[in-house]
């Protein structure tokens, strides 16, 4: 198996179980992103449901500034463990901030192409659809700090016409 394949397979793996976990709380998520960083080094998973918002703060302005932060959720990195194989699939490439800029641009876009497979994949098996709609939750592979691949990828992988996914363009989109 090619590395992109069995990265792919290893995330779609480790969100799947992650995923699981998290759903068994019952509450009805609006927000799923897959996060990793500049180097696209081994993602997190980190969600927002309705409930965990409400609890989060009494202040509606706090809310509406915790509303799309995957880091201040209470669910962020949720159970990063499950991703032990994807950080050594990693480990075992070349550092990818030694690589020559073309080299680390392809690079950078095979881990993104693999991400967004694997929770595409898990979108297809109905995946986002527990606990909620899935016209009703934003799922997202995303790059931190954001930039415009954020929104790029969020057109391809979100119902455009959801009310959700307009609230997110509105509020949270580069």
Not at 28 to 47: K, R, W
Not at 127 to 156: C, G, H, I, S, W
Not at 158 to 173: M, P, Q, R, T, Y
């Amino acid at each position: 198996m090619d590395f992109q394949a069995e990265f792919t397979q290893e995330i779609y793996n480790a969100v799947k179980i992650i995923l699981t976990d998290l759903y068994s709380n019952k509450e009805h998520y609006y927000y799923i992103t897959l996060t990793t960083d500049g180097g696209a080094h081994t993602p997190c998973i980190s969600a927002w449901s309705y409930e965990a918002l409400d609890r989060s703060s009494d202040n509606e302005e706090e809310r509406e500034e915790l509303k799309w932060s995957y880091a201040d959720s209470p669910y962020c990195c949720w159970k990063q463990e499950e991703f032990g194989k994807v950080k050594a699939l990693l480990s075992d490439r070349k550092n990818i901030w030694d690589l020559e800029p073309e080299a680390f641009e392809t690079e950078y876009n095979l881990r993104f192409e693999a991400m967004e497979a694997a929770i595409k994949r898990l979108d297809k098996e109905g995946m986002f659809a527990v606990n909620q709609k899935r016209n009703d939750v934003v799922v997202l592979v995303e790059v931190m700090p954001p930039d415009y691949t954020n929104t790029e990828r969020a057109y391809r992988m979100n119902h455009v016409n959801s009310e959700i996914f307009s609230e997110w363009l509105e509020e949270a989109a580069e």
